[in-house]
């Protein structure tokens, strides 16, 4: 398996711009999460999906911040308009689901990096 | 609430052990986790314990759990200039949600 799948790897865009990452999960797993790491706030989960429905969006930061699952194998967050405090590293991750540690453990891809200028 | 709290960084010199600390709220966790992400990279998974527990080993890493402190630490031994990285605790929360990740401590080994 190629692991969790993300793109783009770099992403250099001016602010006000539309961002689209992308992620493609592992095959089989039933559980999506996506993350953003910053050196001042560490790993901070934005939202999770279970069987592709949005389980818990607490942690999206605002409305410009959106995410989607259309599929088992594809998900998207968007955010619209960018603003340079969007500038992160941003990760996704994928999971079997919740119950033994090997169900929950979850495989993060490479990340995107965001510079928002 | 849920929260993980681990000290931001550690400075070890190479062959010393190495011990990264977290504390932990929720009673309840069942599985506690250590990831470590190194330079550029997502995080991977070291090891983890089940709550029952008290300490499990696996070769250089020893995980040690004081449930009633919640407590829990992650001890290298020998510590290699490839272990420098981020080591992050993590805690199962409440069925259905996440892992709560705590934010990370930077491990760097000097020779």
């Known amino acids: 398996d190629a692991g969790v799948i993300q793109s783009p790897r770099h992403e250099v865009t001016e602010m006000g711009q539309e961002v689209t990452l992308r992620c493609k999960p592992i095959?089989?797993?039933?559980?999506l999460f996506w993350y953003r790491q910053t050196m001042m706030r560490g790993l901070e989960l934005l939202i999770y999906?279970?069987?592709?429905?949005?389980?818990?969006d607490s942690g999206m930061p605002e409305d410009r911040f959106s995410a989607k699952m259309p599929n088992a194998s594809f998900s998207t967050l968007k955010i619209q308009p960018s603003e340079p405090r969007d500038s992160a590293v941003y990760f996704c991750a994928s999971s079997f689901g919740s119950g033994t540690p090997y169900q929950e453990t979850q495989y993060f891809g490479p990340g995107t990096r965001l510079l928002v200028l | 609430g849920e929260d993980v709290e681990q000290s931001l960084f550690l400075s070890v010199r190479e062959g010393d052990s190495s011990v990264i600390n977290c504390t932990y709220t929720?009673?309840?966790?069942?599985?506690l986790y250590w990831y470590k992400q190194e330079p550029g990279a997502g995080l991977q998974l070291l090891t983890y314990?089940?709550?029952?527990?008290d300490m499990k080993q696996d070769q250089r890493l020893t995980v040690l759990l004081n449930k009633k402190d919640k407590h829990l630490s992650l001890r290298i031994a020998d510590t290699q200039t490839g272990d420098s990285a981020i080591y992050f605790c993590?805690?199962?929360?409440?069925?259905?949600?996440?892992?709560?990740f705590g934010k990370g401590t930077t491990l760097s080994v000097s020779s």
């Open positions: 095959s089989g797993h039933n559980s």
């Open positions: 999906f279970n069987n592709n429905v949005p389980i818990d």
């Open positions: 314990i089940f709550s029952n527990m």
């Open positions: 929720d009673s309840s966790s069942t599985y």
């Open positions: 993590a805690e199962t929360g409440q069925a259905g949600t996440a892992l709560i």
